[in-house]
């Protein structure tokens, strides 16, 4: 279920972000005298980008999950009913 959850939380992050960051490019594109330069996307960064939020969102699951595999779950749950 963390696994799930980890990899839902990257995802949502991704799709909120990627689209934001090509409007603000494009709104820098447009602001500036577009007829000097043509606007180019880097895929390469949009790609090394969601490798690390990947990569940050896995280190933070296996964390998260190292420590629920030392804890028993009746134990937490005893815990948080009182």
């Given at each position: 279920?963390?696994?799930?959850e980890?990899?839902?939380?990257g995802?949502?992050?991704?799709?909120?972000?990627i689209?934001?960051?090509?409007?603000?490019?494009?709104?820098?594109y447009?602001?500036?005298?577009?007829?000097?330069?043509?606007?180019?996307?880097?895929?390469?960064?949009?790609?090394?980008?969601?490798?690390?939020?990947?990569?940050v969102?896995?280190?933070?699951?296996?964390?998260?999950?190292?420590?629920l595999k030392?804890?028993?779950?009746?134990?937490?749950?005893k815990?948080d009913?009182?």
């Amino acid at each position: 279920m963390i696994c799930l959850e980890s990899l839902f939380y990257g995802l949502r992050a991704l799709i909120f972000a990627i689209p934001l960051s090509v409007l603000i490019s494009y709104a820098l594109y447009k602001r500036i005298d577009s007829n000097k330069i043509g606007l180019e996307i880097n895929y390469f960064m949009y790609f090394a980008v969601i490798a690390a939020v990947f990569a940050v969102v896995g280190v933070a699951m296996l964390c998260s999950v190292s420590k629920l595999k030392k804890a028993s779950v009746i134990e937490t749950l005893k815990k948080d009913m009182c």
